[in-house]
């Protein structure tokens, strides 16, 4: 069985725990609060989600998906295989990594946990960004297809999070849409809220 390594209230874990939910795989969740021996054994770099699959060993949640994408998920649904459609999903991949984990992401930490570090502009970059994914939204379904992809899991618990960072989702009725959709989806399975 599957072993999922993470914290219940990050949205890199649950992005996972989304996908193994759609996905329908079971998989045992073991509950992280503080680098541990196993943790550093598994990840030197103390980071979660950790995924670990019989021998195979992985960490960074967008790595996560693509493998689960590609190992389970049953054709190309979750991660296309044309270079152009691969390429949207990347690029959306990118953003989740960067504008969201430095904007939304970064917003929600400093509110709830007071953590150093983070952007002083965090609900700028958070506001910059959610008025591009309202925008880029206007005419579409979904990030960077015309179904869901793994794009749209990398981007769901921020963005649906961002009020706990004080940044308010109400102008951007593309991106609410959009996060209703998803939960719409079969399997879905809500973040914890604080």
Same mark, same amino acid.
């Given at each position: =069985?599957?072993?999922?390594?993470? =914290? @219940?209230?990050?949205?890199?874990?649950? *992005? /996972?725990?989304?996908?193994?939910?759609?996905?329908?795989?079971?998989? *045992? %969740?073991? !509950?992280?609060?503080?680098?541990? +021996?196993?943790?550093?054994?598994?990840?030197?770099?103390?980071?979660?989600?950790?995924?670990?699959?019989?021998?195979?060993? &992985? $960490?960074?949640?967008?790595? !996560?998906?693509?493998?689960?994408?590609?190992?389970?998920?049953?054709?190309?649904?979750?991660?296309?295989?044309? @270079?152009?459609?691969?390429?949207?999903?990347?690029?959306?991949?990118? !953003?989740?990594?960067?504008? &969201?984990?430095?904007? @939304?992401?970064?917003?929600? =930490?400093?509110?709830?946990?007071? *953590?150093?570090?983070?952007?002083?502009?965090?609900?700028?970059?958070?506001?910059? &960004?959610?008025? %591009? =994914?309202?925008?880029?939204?206007?005419?579409?379904? %979904?990030?960077?297809?015309?179904? +869901?992809?793994? $794009?749209?899991?990398?981007?769901?618990?921020?963005?649906?999070?961002?009020?706990?960072?004080? /940044?308010? &989702?109400? @102008?951007?009725?593309?991106?609410?849409?959009?996060?209703?959709?998803?939960?719409?989806?079969?399997? %879905?399975?809500?973040? +914890?809220?604080?």
């Amino acid at each position: =069985m599957m072993i999922l390594y993470g =914290m @219940p209230l990050s949205g890199h874990v649950h *992005r /996972v725990q989304l996908l193994l939910s759609m996905l329908g795989i079971d998989y *045992r %969740f073991e !509950i992280v609060s503080a680098p541990t +021996p196993e943790l550093l054994r598994l990840n030197p770099l103390g980071q979660i989600p950790i995924l670990c699959d019989g021998d195979l060993v &992985l $960490a960074d949640s967008n790595a !996560i998906l693509v493998y689960l994408a590609k190992a389970y998920g049953a054709g190309t649904l979750w991660l296309p295989d044309d @270079p152009v459609g691969a390429a949207r999903v990347q690029r959306w991949l990118s !953003i989740a990594a960067g504008e &969201l984990r430095q904007g @939304p992401a970064a917003a929600r =930490m400093v509110a709830l946990w007071q *953590r150093p570090g983070e952007p002083a502009d965090a609900c700028v970059r958070a506001e910059r &960004l959610l008025a %591009f =994914m309202d925008a880029h939204l206007d005419d579409r379904t %979904f990030l960077a297809a015309c179904h +869901p992809t793994i $794009a749209d899991l990398a981007c769901y618990g921020y963005v649906a999070h961002a009020p706990e960072g004080h /940044v308010s &989702l109400e @102008p951007y009725p593309n991106v609410r849409a959009w996060l209703l959709r998803v939960e719409a989806l079969p399997g %879905f399975l809500p973040m +914890p809220w604080i």
